[in-house]
């Protein structure tokens, strides 16, 4: 998800210039790697539901997939029962008049402490001894006043303890006892549930606080009896065909790279600790009756991805297609995945500049040999991706043909059974552009607020300077790339796109400008500007297109949701979306779900 206003002339220019310029960074793209959400799963006896019951038929003819946010513990998007799930990481924290503290909120020790293999705390250190921390919190529904039931709150535990609530919780203390507490909280308020471990394992027994569970009392039945999503958001997202889960993943920067330290159902937080579970988005997948589109980290091993495979073919519904792309926007100099590549590609072919390309094709290669040699006789069932640049024409070219490793003796890479080329598809009209302010600003004072000509930019261009980022402009790079596509035998997807409309390059700090970027997504003509761009995208001979992403709230970092919040009941962007479905069914040849 990122911006290069760089038309390449010639490739070697055009690598030199990749590499000198530091690709336009989108904050809030960065912001949604960790951005939104909450996660869960039900532990019984440490271990975890993850099964689920086949029932979606709503999107067997879906023509649409979408992006989910990724976890954190402001989330408005809440697609688990269990919040802990989306929990902070632990905070360190003392109390002043303790040695050596001086009441800070954090002592930033979390290196330090005790943690079993699932992450939580087994001990916790006297006043007298050298960590200045003598307790752990983390926060749960933070900043998102009544973007979350207010109501009673169940808390269970295991393991022997105390633990304290703060910020919007207070703990009915006749209602509760050992290992379930009662909290009563007040969701208006914006400050989340604060949960403060001030004791664990006092007898040193070994019986730390652990598996701690919050649900909404509401909720708690529906969770006993084994089911781990949120109704709600099941309901928001069912119409798609596909579920990209790249920031479920934490795939930008993401850590991952030893199969044994993989994340875990039972581990304390899906916003940490290498983010969700394979068998949650399995699950997920098979409920919905959607395709997962897993991102595999940058630095995974061979035997990471072998075994993501294996895994996925022994629990993914077999009437279900996987879609595999190797990493996100590895050329995108905002990702520590880019410099990697960089570094990984001059390491085996020397100082070159399209080495980060090149290598990034090989790679997807070999991602793309390991996940069809273990489907074997159902190769057909994994979908390999490779993604490039939609504003550097010609990039692709470096890892579609990796000529360097040709020279090894290997075949092209798009040749190791790679399905589809893909590119993002956002238009911005550049109103966020550092070049358009003075435009912009003028446009606030007309009569109608300044929408009329923000929409003629999007839908038409030719009022702005700069980047040409309007309707028009992304129809043509669909042709270009589509043509690529064809000419090397592959289709041609989205991997995420919409509207991109947000301030860059400290534009962003505009408050009137943020505040005009976010009204133009809840206007209604917005409606129409993703009806354009679907229908053109159709027109053109794409197949999937990823909207990015499902529930998200609005900033100053961009406005990203098609929905701002899960309980809300449309918008002008989620009614095009669900609109465009009803009107086109899925056109391309074994289209339908489970369908070949």
């Not at 979390?110 to 007298?128: A, F, H, I, Q, R």
């Not at 929409?455 to 700069?466: S, T, W, Y």
Request: charged share 25%.
């Amino acid at each position: 998800m990122s911006r290069l206003n760089i038309r390449s002339k010639n490739k070697a220019l055009g690598f030199i210039l990749g590499l000198l310029i530091f690709v336009i960074f989108i904050p809030g793209c960065w912001a949604l790697t960790t951005n939104i959400a909450t996660t869960a799963a039900r532990q019984t006896e440490n271990k975890v539901a993850v099964g689920a019951d086949v029932q979606n038929t709503s999107n067997s003819r879906s023509s649409l997939g979408v992006g989910l946010s990724g976890i954190a513990d402001y989330s408005t998007q809440l697609p688990f029962l269990d919040a802990f799930k989306s929990s902070r990481q632990w905070i360190t924290q003392c109390v002043s008049g303790e040695p050596n503290c001086k009441g800070e909120w954090d002592t930033e020790e979390y290196n330090l402490l005790n943690l079993d293999e699932n992450g939580w705390v087994k001990s916790l250190p006297s006043p007298e001894d050298a960590p200045k921390y003598t307790r752990v919190s983390t926060l749960l529904l933070r900043e998102i006043p009544n973007r979350y039931p207010s109501g009673q709150y169940i808390v269970t535990y295991e393991g022997e303890g105390a633990i304290e609530y703060s910020f919007d919780a207070k703990k009915d203390e006749a209602a509760s006892k050992p290992g379930r507490d009662i909290i009563n909280v007040d969701a208006t308020q914006g400050g989340g549930i604060m949960i403060i471990i001030t004791a664990t394992d006092p007898n040193k027994t070994g019986n730390y606080i652990r598996n701690i569970k919050v649900v909404h009392s509401q909720d708690e039945q529906l969770y006993q009896s084994g089911e781990i999503f949120n109704p709600l958001f099941i309901d928001k997202i069912k119409r798609f065909r596909v579920l990209r889960f790249m920031d479920w993943m934490g795939t930008n920067g993401s850590e991952q790279k030893e199969w044994s330290k993989r994340p875990k159902p039972e581990s304390v937080s899906y916003a940490y600790r290498g983010n969700v579970p394979i068998e949650v988005m399995v699950n997920l997948s098979n409920k919905l009756q959607a395709e997962p589109w897993f991102n595999m980290p940058h630095q995974a091993t061979d035997e990471y991805m072998t075994n993501f495979a294996k895994m996925v073919k022994d629990s993914l519904d077999p009437k279900l297609k996987v879609n595999v792309e190797y990493s996100n926007e590895v050329w995108n100099w905002s990702f520590p995945q880019s410099n990697y590549a960089l570094e990984q590609g001059k390491a085996k072919w020397g100082d070159k500049g399209d080495a980060f390309m090149q290598w990034y094709g090989m790679r997807s290669a070999q991602m793309c040999d390991i996940w069809k040699g273990v489907f074997g006789d159902q190769k057909n069932r994994v979908v390999c991706v490779l993604g490039t640049q939609r504003a550097w024409r010609e990039l692709e070219t470096y890892a579609l043909d990796c000529p360097y490793w040709v020279a090894e003796g290997n075949k092209p890479c798009y040749q190791h059974g790679i399905d589809a080329l893909a590119i993002a598809g956002y238009f911005s009209g550049n109103l966020g552009g550092k070049e358009s302010v003075s435009t912009v600003e003028s446009w606030l004072n007309d009569a109608d607020g300044g929408f009329g000509k923000a929409f003629k930019q999007l839908r038409e261009g030719g009022l702005l300077p700069g980047f040409k980022d309007s309707l028009p402009d992304v129809n043509n790079d669909f042709r270009y790339f589509l043509d690529v596509a064809k000419k090397k035998g592959l289709k041609l997807f989205v991997y995420e796109g919409g509207q991109h409309i947000v301030g860059i390059e400290g534009v962003e700090n505009n408050e009137k400008l943020s505040q005009f970027f976010m009204e133009l997504n809840r206007r209604p003509e917005m409606y129409d500007m993703y009806t354009q761009l679907l229908n053109s995208w159709k027109q053109v001979g794409g197949i999937l297109f990823m909207h990015f992403v499902d529930v998200s709230s609005f900033s100053k970092w961009g406005s990203w949701g098609a929905l701002e919040y899960v309980e809300q009941k449309g918008s002008p962007k989620y009614d095009a979306l669900m609109d465009f479905m009803d009107k086109n069914p899925c056109w391309w040849e074994g289209c339908a779900v489970g369908g070949g």
